[in-house]
């Protein structure tokens, strides 16, 4: 062809090579790409849930925006003088993991706190407090803790206890689950609790047969002591968040969505004005705040990809380990006892209703069938009232479901909000609690999935580790702590790697409307990843506990890296 007969006389040079490029670029793609990335890795194994493109080998990015997911060799082509280089080596690269379910501050504060999930007997758990206790002032409140007693056979914890070791300190240590906690003498007599303090509506105090307390305090009755603990210096909040975000970077953990209070919010609005978060957040607030939320987000909007605000949590019922979950039927190792409602249905309502109205997402803890039935009437009659919309209803936990209920997550459209470490620590002794029967749709992550339901993975951390892999470990294998069920505790409900995979990054980001630049690797979305030292699609499901965190990315950011040693 002949270019130059092909243009209209030219009158210079300089306009005739210009044609002359732009034609090329066009006609034969030329043109190298204008974007030149500022971070690059090579040689990866990536999964990037992206199912226009599930894998790829190599990731381009600039600023904190992915330009480019596909081969080695296009992302060689695009590198300039300023690119960071990094060649994985055949690792594995994923999404960053989003827990949809975490208390981030409390999960900070935990890791200075006295540890007590894994005190094994009753003198354990009295020592570590013996210990710990002269670490700090006298006067200091000991909080956090943690326990188990399923640890040590089931039997409660009593102030008496730990009297004679923590004298000149009130405590407050609470279970792992966090819906009920042991007072010692001390603790009590700040708080003045005595024979006379009645039952609180959807709580309970444990007593002697005398009347006297005993040192447990359940649900709503933990706010008797809750109330007179004082609040932490705005200097320890910030270290505990600072604590959070770097435990959770060194597990991949990028973004979670805080089940918090507005005094988090606080501090988290506090260290992003400071330009150091590390962990993008999604802060939610009470449910019964959701007309403040309503005019702050009218205030303020809802934030950006570091920090947003929109959501809510209520809470139906307690815990199965608490015996506080709402159940139709009575526990089967106390038959005179089904549980109970921490908040009245109709008040539940009333808030879901109005905050629904205002355009606000709107999440509920629900663990027992009763509660999670109840949750579900909920949401249907205000999706009735209300009319249809995108408004991504979730329960969270959502772990005893009745058979009758698994269909209507799709139906009502209802995410499904659910933590599978839970299920290889309470299999260790939740048929004991719920019998054989309802143990078949325990933490039913399969049949949820069979009928199309929204599946998003958390860890509910400071109650479990924010740890991802483990969580897919569970969720892929089942296999209790205690490793008493190799072949998976309750096998029927285990789900695939890709499954798992799925509901830590994407379905997790579309739990807080976050699918459209997070959850997958694709160009345009954010540049949050994490480099695993093996691929687990490689190994046997057994060995996927035993893989680690090698690096983790968030905004293109390095933000963890494994010491090599």
Known sequence: MNFKSSFIPLRSNTRYFFILSLFLCVNFSACKTTESPTLAIINA?????????????????????????????????????????????????????????VHFIDGGFGLSSVSLRDAKTKQEFIDRIATFVKTVPPGTWILNGDWDHTNWGGELPQA?????????????????????????????????????NPDVEGGSIVRAKNGMPEGIFKDNAMGLIGQHISDPSDEL?????????????????????????????????????????????????????????????????????WLKIGGLKGFVDGSLGSHTAAFKKPFSDTPTDSGFLVTPVKELYEQISGADKAGLQVMVHAIGDKAIEEQLNIFERVEKENGKRDRRFRIEHAQHIAPEDLSRFKTLNVIASMQPYHAIDDGRWAEKVIGPERIKTTYAFKSLLDNEAVLAFGSDWFVAPPTPIEGIYAAVTRRT???????????????????????YTYTSAYASFDESNKGILKKGYLADFVILDQNLFDIKAEAIRDVKVMKTFTGGKLVFERDKK
């Open 45 to 101: 194994r990536i999964w990037t849930g992206d199912e226009a493109q599930p894998w790829a080998e190599a990731i381009a990015v600039k600023g904190e925006t992915i330009i480019h997911v596909g081969s080695s060799k296009e992302v060689r082509k695009m590198l300039a003088d300023g690119t960071e280089l990094i060649d994985a080596k055949g690792q594995m690269l994923v999404p960053g993991f989003n827990d949809s379910h």
């Open 481 to 503: 702590l205690d490793d008493k069920n190799p072949g998976g505790w309750v096998p029927e409900q285990k789900v695939s790697l890709e499954q798992a995979l799925k509901a």
């Open 160 to 196: 008496s206890w730990i009297d004679s070791v923590s004298a000149e300190h009130p405590v407050f240590i609470q279970r792992l689950d966090g819906h009920m906690g042991l007072a010692n003498s001390a603790a009590m007599r700040i708080a003045k609790i005595n024979p006379a």
């Open 237 to 305: 909040k910030d270290r505990a968040i600072e604590a959070a975000m770097k435990y959770v970077a060194a597990n991949g953990v990028t973004s979670v969505q805080s089940m918090g209070g507005w005094q988090d919010l606080e501090v988290y609005r506090r260290v992003a004005k400071k330009g150091l978060l590390n962990t993008r957040i999604y802060a939610v607030v009470p449910l019964s705040s959701w007309k403040k939320l309503n005019e702050e987000i009218k205030k303020t909007g809802k934030g950006d990809s």
